[in-house]
Nanobody
């Protein structure tokens, strides 16, 4: 199993920046993809950015050029650098791991990001 713990959320003004961190523990070798999802009340959780085992990255269109996902060499930390934040980025952000073992998915507890003046 893999456990995920997020940190770094908070309140930021439009145009500001935040950096989210996610620490993974447990069977790190089973992680295929690490990523960030977000959810607002009444809507489905959606992928924001992911990074695969061999480095392939994905960004949802609305964050391209403003968000950057990175991880460390040990592949047990992943960060989401968010710049030029917009109010529509307000959501609970979840760290996610796609695993090669069962259960096949692990989620963190979530961290609130609020973009407001």
């Amino acid at each position: 199993q893999v456990q995920l713990v997020e940190s770094g959320g908070g309140l930021v003004q439009p145009g500001g920046s935040l950096r989210l961190s996610c620490a993974a523990s447990g069977n790190i070798d089973s992680i295929n993809i690490l990523g960030w999802y977000r959810q607002v009340p009444g809507k489905q959780r959606e992928p924001v950015a992911t990074i695969a085992r061999y480095g392939t990255v994905y960004y949802t269109n609305s964050v391209k050029g403003r968000f950057t996902i990175t991880r460390n060499a040990a592949k047990n930390m992943v960060w989401l650098e968010m710049k030029n934040l917009r109010p529509e980025a307000t959501a609970v952000y979840y760290c996610n791991a796609d695993l090669s073992e069962l259960p096949s998915v692990s989620w963190g507890q979530g961290t609130q990001v609020t973009v407001s003046s």
